[in-house]
């Protein structure tokens, strides 16, 4: 039997579904998914996969527990945790903005709320950030959730490293605060 051609909760719809909830919640900041050095349009969020090692989820079984649906009914659920490093490059131009250092942290504050409250209810019960649902774009252009999320526990240690590079010597021209987040998703048996 061959591998599936298409992975529903694979890393590949994962960043593309991270990427999506960015454009969606940080609008109208312009997401871009390539290295920022080929970002032409400033301001900008440029984000790329840096990867990582992997979780061990496999060390034993990729058993993972039960879902239980509205109606009851109990299903198996096999997978793990996958995860990955992201690079984010926040990028504003000097040149057409006198407040560019300003707008990078705006930037950067607009982006950590977003993945520190996603999914997150306040005491009222409200919800205050969506969840970043994770979507099959292979089965629609648009995507189709999955049931599962993408996330990235900033209350841990690690997964949120920035550091303010300043005015970049590849592009004088352009402010960058360049951001390493560490992201979870279950990569679940399709």
Known sequence: MAAPTTIPTGKKNALASLRSYIQTQLSPTKVVFENYLNAEDVPCIAFEDMGIPGLGGH???????????????RTKVHGKVAQTMVEFNLLTNVE????AVKDLYTMRDRLEYALMYSGKYNDAGVQIMPRIA???FDASPSGVDTGASVWAPMEKDSVWMENYIGTDQERPQIKRLRILVRIYWHLLLP
């Not at 239980?68 to 009914?73: C, I, K, R």
């Not at 057409?96 to 407040?99: A, G, L």
Request: net charge negative.
């Open 59 to 73: 060390c034993f079984d990729d058993y993972m527990g039960e879902k239980v649906s509205d109606a009851g009914v």
């Open 134 to 136: 994770l979507l099959d």
């Open 96 to 99: 057409e903005n006198t407040s």
